[in-house]
């Protein structure tokens, strides 16, 4: 089962860039959202690294519906039902074990698991798993590797993230089995502290251009 309109696949056909959000503020949510929004991304990841980052996605979820809400850094067991409550509507993990891939399983919705060797692609892909994140994408190899991964393994598609910029983001989206790539530098921490959300929106429209 996935949220109606949203699978896997269709998470990486959103946006060209999925930005990686981390939110200190839960009051900055849903005005970083709506300027995501307006800047013409369609979905965000919101990490959870910070202590207001469940609160934020059930904001986001509740006052911005027409962007795609996800929850990342989903490393428990624990966090996957957490995040299917606060209103997530995908969940994407930074790497793949077993109980973890169990558990974000269960909620039912889509859900991107990370991987950065071709053994872990191909255990995901023996779960059913073809729509990957690729991370820590610059540190594990970056364009090069994706391209070698492509000729055994042309069945997975790839949202890589970790590193990248939107310098080296056009290199990641024009291979063949990128999708989509994850980026933090559409919401810089000192615009989200100043309450920048036209510097947002603008870095937004930049992104959503890639294509």
């Known amino acids: 089962m996935t949220t ?7 998470l ?29 991304i369609r979905v965000i990841e919101v990490t959870l690294r910070t202590p207001v980052a469940l609160a934020a996605i059930e904001r986001i979820a509740a006052s911005v519906p027409e962007l795609v809400v996800g929850a990342g850094t ?20 930074p790497g793949s074990t077993d109980a973890l891939l169990d558990a974000v399983a269960a909620t039912g919705l889509p859900y991107l ?3 950065s060797t071709v053994a872990e692609a191909m255990r995901a892909a023996e779960r ?56 933090s530098w559409l919401t810089p921490k000192d615009a989200l502290a100043a309450g920048d959300w036209k510097r947002v929106e603008d870095l937004a429209a930049a992104a959503a251009a890639l294509r």
């Open 113 to 115: 698991p990370g991987v």
């Open 4 to 10: 109606p309109g949203t699978s896997p696949a269709e």
């Open 12 to 40: 990486l056909e959103l946006s060209p860039v999925m930005p990686v959000v981390v939110l200190d503020d839960v009051e900055h949510a849903v005005p970083v959202a709506q300027a995501l929004l307006r800047g013409g």
């Open 128 to 183: 059913g798993c073809t729509v990957l994140k690729f991370f820590p994408a610059e540190a594990a190899g970056g364009v090069p590797y994706l391209k070698s991964v492509y000729g055994p393994l042309p069945g997975l598609r790839f949202c890589p993230t970790g590193g990248i910029t939107v310098e080296s983001a056009p290199k990641y989206l024009a291979l063949p089995n990128v999708g989509c790539v994850g980026g």
């Open 74 to 93: 989903v490393t428990a067991p624990g966090h996957a039902k957490q995040a299917l409550d606060a209103g997530a509507r995908f969940i994407v993990t």
